[in-house]
């Protein structure tokens, strides 16, 4: 009979292809087949802190940008000894758009749009294609509403519409403009200012 000796190694996977983000409690595997998880060292380098979840879950969360090790030791009879490492990507989470009604806001919009029950509000949230579910902080809501050339300006407190926005929308003729311009703060306390617009159909 033959067989085949290997050094052990451990397997390091997630869905996230690789990066992690600032801000965010970024869970990763790490497994090394035969060896218990109690066995097994975790480290990362550049800042990024790392905490067991259960076994074989890992919590990475950088502290900057930039190139992040990670490395795996299994300590043996007092001995520890590195069987695997992994290069990944620290980044910073990707600027969020302005919704409503779960949709993208910007382009055309019908008026009727607007009179949904239960969706007098302007969100802010990450494209679909972000694979991170993440919220964000509005610190501020500005709404102007742009009709025959006057421009009438509103305040909300975190995206819901005022009483005086509303008789406002109930007024909207077609090519009214809305312009929604949002300040918020991601889970990294990174600030953002975004403007988006619709024309009214």
């Keep these: 009979n033959s067989y085949t000796?290997?050094?052990?190694?451990?397997?390091?996977?997630?869905?996230?292809?690789?990066?992690?983000?600032?801000?965010?409690?970024?869970?990763?595997?790490?497994?090394?087949?035969?060896?218990?998880?109690?066995?097994?060292?975790?480290?990362?380098?550049?800042?990024c802190r790392v905490s067991k979840k259960s076994d074989g879950k890992y919590v990475f969360t950088p502290t900057r940008t930039?190139?992040?090790?990670?490395?795996?030791?299994?300590?043996e009879n007092g001995?520890?000894?590195?069987i695997s490492s992994q290069s990944w990507n620290s980044k910073r989470l990707p600027?969020?758009?302005?919704?409503?009604?779960?949709?993208?806001?910007?382009g055309r919009m019908a008026k009727n749009r607007?009179?949904?029950?239960n969706n007098e509000k302007?969100?802010?949230?990450?494209s679909p294609d972000f694979p991170i579910s993440a919220t964000v902080d509005i610190r501020s809501c500005d709404v102007e509403i742009v009709s025959k050339g006057l421009i009438a300006?509103?305040?909300l407190s975190r995206g819901i519409f005022?009483?005086?926005?509303?008789?406002?929308?109930?007024?909207?003729?077609?090519?009214?403009?809305?312009?929604?311009?949002?300040?918020?703060?991601?889970?990294?306390?990174?600030?953002h200012s975004i403007t988006q617009s619709c024309k009214i159909k």
């Design 122 to 126: 302007f969100t802010a949230a990450y």
């Design 153 to 155: 300006p509103y305040k």
């Design 5 to 47: 000796v290997a050094a052990p190694t451990a397997v390091i996977s997630s869905e996230q292809l690789n990066i992690m983000y600032l801000g965010l409690k970024n869970e990763i595997n790490v497994s090394a087949p035969g060896i218990s998880s109690d066995k097994l060292v975790v480290r990362a380098s550049n800042g």
């Design 79 to 82: 001995n520890t000894k590195q």
């Design 162 to 191: 005022t009483p005086q926005l509303k008789r406002a929308i109930k007024s909207l003729r077609s090519n009214d403009k809305v312009i929604v311009t949002m300040k918020i703060k991601d889970k990294s306390g990174i600030s």
């Design 66 to 75: 930039g190139k992040v090790s990670i490395r795996v030791y299994v300590e």
């Design 95 to 106: 600027k969020p758009e302005i919704r409503f009604i779960n949709k993208f806001f910007e």
């Design 114 to 117: 607007f009179k949904i029950p």
